[in-house]
């Protein structure tokens, strides 16, 4: 090496050790980065080797005529947009395709009830791919216990978000099914039923609008099985709000026969033990399910003919509060606000979901992010926020896509897991509490989200709101009512029972005392001595009269010939004589469906309303 390059005093034998030291290590430098970019190239491909095909897809209805639904999929597609961006995010390996199912043909639930199952099947058959993980993620109106029915067959995953069945408790018929949804639906039918226990009321009237929202159809329909199922006794009546049909309803003239109902028990006494005895006449309580506007022209009525003195219950339901379900408070800057601020001391709302517990602390920011994808895509309709968005629905689905997001995580440490087996990745959901961005979120053991928080409000007439009184409990598929406060009703602290403490015939074993029961033994044996006086008396005058008063005439005890239409063989023979001799029916037979003969039944059917009888018949 040329010594001009370098200063005078250079070890040149240090320089060329230093060289060989440096060579070495340079050496063991590039075999250990060699070794280390094999490990990263290793990390790198096994991800790609574990990538995961997930196919999402969720039926539903994109609009509806008339009534607001709350669950479209152009409602959550906010929220199904905004958690699967940050799923993709998260989990890179992870290959999300989603697809909505709808028919645009198709504006109603009940219609989208009966078609689902072939739209969904049309899918699965056509465009799925055999050899991805299918999860079927549903927003919902009040089909999910259709759809159970081919996840269950296909087993694969199914999510709720807005609805559910009874059918979730039972494991053999929903394997796969798991809900995050907010609504009590598996509980409908329990939710007025346990009302009806828990303040002893033997039996209610429900008055149903098929024109209403979905939910008030369903509940209806739950409502009136389970009571018929726990020997609940009920009158059922069904009519139709919507213009151009021949189902419309006047309210006077069904309030009559509420009444009369009632009043049938207290002033004709021989109508049941005669007439009618396999019939039970019934109640002061009448739950109505439909819109708020009609609520009001039911009260606005029942005001007019003095019905709500609190004598009388009238119950309604709310989800929860929402433009599309209508406005409940009885101020409307209408003429008839007074009217309906007296008439809702008589009436209790029943909430299904508690907003006031339910919301999550992170909301404002969450809102932000779902309002941006309203105005962003014209296929959610709802571009100048026209439409409020729906609270339980975002929340409930935002928390579907994030859990099942931390299960795949979880059992991607599993190489053995099958990700295609819906029932096992359903009892991942089972008996355990995520953390969510919406909060902390249970499961039971059926994969039903919880706590489902359900009031029941009276009227407070010094404030003009519904305060709280009554809040679920749900133990293990085991709905009851806890208690919260005494009600306010009429400036009384008790609801009134649909009969009176002693019966309507006075006849209630509670009220049958000694002092009682001694006392009508002496008023019989004062009777008896009446009687067995009277006759003695006048069979002594007979004697006195006539000699021969022990003859009997042979025209006396020749046999009557029998008369058309005088006999009483038949069950109907009552019947048959009321209806000889009386020009209309009695008003207690309005609208009943029971064993009287067709004929009167004829008589006595109302063509604008069909009422029906859940009753216990007696043998």
Request: charged share 15%; proline share 6%; aromatic share 12%.
């Amino acid at each position: 090496m040329p010594s001009a390059f370098f200063p005078r005093g250079v070890n040149f034998a240090v320089m060329r050790l230093s060289y060989r030291r440096m060579k070495a290590i340079t050496s063991r430098c590039f075999i250990s980065f060699r070794h280390h970019l094999l490990l990263f190239s290793t990390y790198l491909v096994i991800p790609t080797a574990l990538a995961l095909n997930l196919e999402i897809i969720s039926p539903g209805l994109t609009h509806t005529a008339g009534n607001m639904v709350p669950s479209t999929i152009t409602l959550a597609g906010p929220a199904f947009d905004v958690s699967i961006a940050k799923l993709r995010a998260v989990r890179q390996d992870l290959n999300i395709t989603h697809t909505y199912l709808y028919d645009e043909r198709i504006d109603d639930c009940v219609t989208f009830q009966n078609s689902v199952q072939d739209l969904t099947a049309r899918w699965y058959y056509r465009s799925h791919d055999a050899r991805n993980m299918l999860a079927i993620i549903l927003p919902g109106c009040i089909e999910s216990a259709q759809v159970n029915q081919l996840a269950a067959s296909w087993n694969v995953l199914f999510i709720s978000t807005a609805n559910s069945a009874p059918s979730l408790h039972d494991k053999s018929q929903s394997p796969s099914w798991v809900t995050t949804n907010l609504y009590p639906s598996s509980y409908y039918g329990d939710i007025f039923c346990r009302l009806a226990e828990f303040h002893k009321w033997t039996g209610i009237e429900i008055l149903l609008d098929e024109n209403s929202a979905g939910f008030y159809v369903l509940a209806a329909t739950l409502t009136r099985a389970t009571m018929k199922k726990r020997r609940v006794e009920t009158v059922y009546t069904t009519y139709s709000s919507a213009q151009g049909l021949q189902r419309m309803i006047n309210f006077r003239e069904f309030l009559q026969q509420f009444s009369t109902r009632n009043r049938s028990k207290i002033d004709g006494v021989w109508k049941r033990h005669f007439a009618f005895p396999h019939l039970v006449f019934f109640y002061s309580v009448l739950l109505f399910l439909g819109t708020p506007a009609q609520l009001r022209l039911l009260l606005s009525v029942a005001s007019l003919m003095n019905m709500t003195q609190g004598d009388y219950v009238f119950m309604a339901s709310l989800p929860f509060p929402w433009q599309g379900f209508g406005n409940f408070s009885w101020q409307r800057n209408n003429d008839d606000d007074d009217i309906i601020r007296e008439a809702y001391r008589s009436l209790l709302l029943v909430t299904m979901i508690d907003l006031t517990v339910n919301l999550p602390s992170a909301l404002p920011a969450m809102l932000a992010s779902w309002i941006d994808r309203y105005r962003k895509v014209p296929f959610y309709r709802n571009l100048n926020l026209s439409i409020e968005p729906t609270l339980p629905q975002l929340t409930s689905t935002t928390a579907a896509l994030e859990i099942l997001g931390q299960i795949l995580n979880e059992v991607r440490l599993t190489p053995t897991f099958d990700y295609q087996d819906g029932t096992a990745m359903a009892n991942k959901f089972v008996n355990r509490t995520f953390s969510t961005t919406v909060g902390n979120m249970s499961f039971d053991r059926n994969g039903e989200r919880g706590p489902l928080l359900v009031t029941s409000s009276y009227f407070d007439p010094s404030t003009g709101g519904f305060k709280i009184y009554l809040r679920s409990e749900i133990n293990e598929g085991d709905f009851l009512w806890s208690f919260v406060r005494n009600v306010e009703w009429h400036n009384g602290s008790r609801l009134p029972p649909n009969q009176p403490v002693c019966g309507y015939l006075g006849d209630a074993p509670a009220c049958q005392t000694n002092n009682s029961s001694n006392g009508g033994l002496l008023s019989l044996i004062v009777i008896v001595v009446i009687i067995v006086s009277g006759g003695i008396l006048a069979f002594n005058q007979i004697r006195a009269r006539s000699p021969t008063w022990w003859q009997i005439e042979h025209d006396l005890i020749r046999p009557p010939m029998p008369k058309f239409g005088s006999s009483l063989e038949r069950d109907d023979s009552i019947i048959s004589f009321l209806l000889q001799n009386h020009k209309r029916p009695p008003p207690e037979s309005v609208g009943w469906k029971s064993r009287t003969p067709t004929r009167v039944q004829d008589l006595l059917k109302n063509r604008h309303h069909e009422t029906q009888h859940d009753g216990l018949t007696t043998p």
